[in-house]
């Protein structure tokens, strides 16, 4: 996860969208994840939602992705407390921004 904010140099968001592509090798499968945003329940038709308000906030796809459809039990094999070490190391010590990162830091 913290790779995303390092590497990436792109604009990402944990409560954003996620996709995901695995391959088990044991059984030769593929299995296709689309953890992407959603609209609110009531709304089965999304250009009804107002352009201002509660309901122009997507629902967050990415840790749904990863804890509700049930990505990390069903193919991960590390504790949650392992996975969220990096990212935790980072947001307690701070890290060095790439000049964009940091340039759009000192405008706001």
Partial sequence: MAQIVLSGESWNSFAGIMSCVYYDSKTRKVYSMNAGYRSPLAKDQPLTISERGGETVLIQGFMAGVDTLHLHSKFGNLPYKEIYKPAL???????????????LMKRK
């Fill in 89 to 103: 190391l980072f947001s307690e010590k701070g890290f060095r921004g790439y000049p964009l990162l940091q340039h």
